[in-house]
């Protein structure tokens, strides 16, 4: 057995670092810095909205702009940016505005403006964008257009605005819904490039039906639509507690599969402040835990676990974290945002203080909510008006949060090198559905055993030492890279001694240490030993047994063979022996000052010519040989002398 001593590391792990959503203005006067991690009150806001703001800033967190509902733009100095005033939404409604960058300086700023639902029939176009050039006004960004369409003009649209990033990571989609009397089931979904937003939408028909106007209370649609930070899911909250959950195409903009998770059975006829409402919606980092705050006379904050299996399963993992009864000073729960710092913050109306779930990966009550945990300063802005919360927390990108999945500790013990790996599991139901897998054990000498394609393969490894294990996860929309360092231990140490430089013809004897038992390119080895002959340089596998262990391991050598043409073509011995050319195809002359003998053999020592010839010139035939390098012996009365021949019959 071999203890298995592994160093993790995920390439895929984006952390929080989206700190676009650095910095956040919303409610009473009241804003929070996350650019160095834990919230910071900054305390010279100028945004006051009972429900929905919205912002941005740089990648660094440095604060660009932040937005009123979807009527008034802010800059970094908290003064309204130049034609910043009226740029096309209104300041009231759940999710009334939202920024998407559109390349380099210049973002979009998408408003809804419920106000244009009781304008003259056809009523003006619902949803419309601003663009502001950040380049403009010394840095601090001017609008350069306002209240330019998206929906189209007559339809209906309830102020709930969500926005994750496309499937090839450039561009974006913006959610929307129709909201005519007495409601329908379309939501529209619009293409947002670094060029343009899309004038037509795709539709997907699909849950309940969603009115602006509900019974006999006017004014703006309660609930919110929120995706997951890997956008493959949405969530919708409706009135009379009602939550329901979506699949999402972010390639094609398409909903499908309605889940839904909570509803009154029987609701009451008409709509009034107090019926329960589900409000505010946010999913965990990894997208496996959904949260939900309830208001009015059910007012909870809930979680769901989306990884829990069935649908019936999910709906009834639903678990209170809190409710008005037990938690004091909490009037009713409302918006919930995720932040840069991987928590979720829980705003309760009128408030000095958010909630945090502290660990919102976490199942139950490990997920650590704490009700009044952030305090937003004690500001009067007048003596009327302190810094709070109100209702809504700012709206932003949700793909700005997402956390990629991590991958488990390989269990147990490595045997004699061979390991066992398993994949992440991870929650379809949360949107990662892995398409394939593709691994790489770092171990080349293992050729086509170094790579597989399963989710949960075995490898045996050649020989000790680090590897570094990599597997990359593919999903529909991108691939995670995830990686693994091992230290294998406790197989056999292969040693090859013999020449690794050969000329053409030559053989070479090969000696083998470390193990028991040997095989050379597949072929036993008898006495550790064995006499090699290559042609041309060759890259060997020994392979190498323990017997006492019964552990084998494989070590790669190369053997390179040259032609050796460094020989010249006459060469002088002592001033009485020249033999050339040298390389030949098979004809040597040699010319001698005095008697000499001659013998010839070839690399193993066979005798191929002998012969005691005068002082003179003559020719060696070797023609009926193979080609291949040879030894001459001269012998003369006084001394000996030896030379390499070498014959190719291609020189």
């Known amino acids: 057995m071999n203890r298995l001593c592994s160093i993790f590391c995920l390439l895929a792990l984006t952390g929080f670092c989206q700190k676009e959503a650095a910095q956040w203005h919303f409610g009473n006067y009241a804003s929070l810095n996350f650019q160095n991690g834990a919230p910071v009150t900054i ?106 369409p998206i929906s189209p003009t007559g339809t209906p649209i309830v102020s709930k605005l969500a926005v994750t990033r496309h499937c090839n990571q450039k561009d974006h989609w913006l959610l929307a819904h129709t909201g005519s009397i007495p409601g329908n089931n379309q939501y529209y979904a619009y293409l947002v490039t670094s060029s343009s937003i899309s004038a037509t939408s795709v539709i997907s028909a699909i849950g309940s039906n969603q009115p602006h106007n509900y019974g006999s209370i006017p004014g703006f649609y309660r609930g919110l639509h929120k995706f997951s930070p890997n956008g493959r899911k949405v969530c919708a909250t409706l009135p009379f507690r ?54 009015n006379d059910q007012n909870f904050l809930c979680q769901y676990n989306l990884c829990a299996g069935s649908p019936s399963a999910i709906a009834a993992s639903k678990i209170v974290l809190s409710n008005n009864a037990i938690t004091s000073n909490v009037t009713s729960v409302y918006a919930l945002q995720l932040a840069p710092d991987g928590k979720i913050y829980v705003a ?12 919102p990966n976490a199942a139950g009550a490990l997920c650590s909510y704490s009700p009044q945990a952030v305090g937003l300063g004690t500001i009067l802005v007048n003596p009327f008006v302190a810094t709070s919360n109100m209702s809504g927390l700012p709206n932003f990108t949700s793909s700005f949060f997402e956390q990629k999945p991590t991958i488990p500790s390989i269990s147990g013990s490595i045997t004699c090198g061979n ?3 398993n994949s992440p599991i991870l929650c379809s139901a949360a949107g990662y559905s892995i ?12 050729g086509s055993s170094n790579s597989a394609a399963i989710s949960n393969p075995n490898h045996g490894f050649s ?48 000696n083998f240490s470390g193990a028991t038992s040997y095989s050379l390119n597949g072929s036993s080895v008898i006495q550790s030993s ?122």
């Open 530 to 651: 064995v006499i090699v002959q290559p042609t041309v340089t060759t890259i060997y596998t020994l392979s190498g047994s323990d017997a006492g262990t019964g552990c084998q391991s494989l070590k790669l050598f190369t053997l390179n063979v040259s032609p050796c043409t460094v020989i010249t073509n006459t060469i002088q011995y002592s001033g009485r022996v020249y033999i050339f050319p040298n390389p030949s195809k098979g004809i040597f002359t040699i010319e001698l000052s005095v008697e000499t003998t001659i013998i010839i053999t070839d690399v193993i020592g066979r005798m191929v010519y002998k012969e005691i010839l005068p002082g003179g010139k003559f020719e060696i035939n070797l023609n009926v040989y193979p080609d291949g390098v040879y030894i001459l012996s001269a012998k003369m009365k006084n001394e000996s002398q030896k030379l390499k021949l070498i014959k190719d019959s291609e020189h």
């Open 348 to 359: 309760t109306t009128n408030s000095l203080t958010l909630g945090v779930i502290n660990n």
């Open 43 to 148: 305390g010279t806001s100028n945004l006051w909205t009972q429900f929905s703001s919205s912002g941005i800033s740089d990648s660094a967190g440095n604060l660009l702009f932040y937005v009123r509902g979807g009527d008034i733009i802010y800059n970094k100095n908290n003064d309204t940016m130049a034609n910043g005033l009226n740029i096309g939404g209104h300041y009231s409604g759940a999710q009334s505005s939202i920024v998407i960058r559109k390349s380099g300086s210049r973002y979009y700023v998408i408003t809804h403006n419920q106000a244009n639902h009781f304008a003259p029939s056809p009523f003006p176009p619902v949803i419309n964008y601003a663009l502001v050039d950040m380049s403009l006004a010394a840095g601090l960004g001017s609008v350069t257009a306002l209240n330019l």
């Open 463 to 510: 020989a000790n030492g680090n590897y570094t294990v990599q597997l990359i996860l593919k999903y529909p929309c991108g691939a995670d890279t995830l990686r693994k360092t091992l230290n294998i231990i406790g197989l056999p140490e292969l040693g090859v001694i013999g020449k690794s430089n050969i000329c053409k013809g030559e053989s070479v004897k090969l």
């Open 419 to 421: 390991a066992g790996f």
């Open 242 to 295: 009602t939550v329901e959950l979506y699949d999402f195409d972010n390639s094609t903009g398409a909903l499908s599969n309605a889940l839904k998770l909570d509803s009154i059975i029987n609701p009451p006829a008409v709509y009034t402040y107090s019926t329960p409402n589900s409000l505010g919606i946010e999913f965990s980092p990894d997208g496996t835990k959904l949260y939900i705050s309830y208001s």
């Open 435 to 446: 398409t394939s897998y593709q691994w790489n054990f770092g171990d080349p000498v293992s």
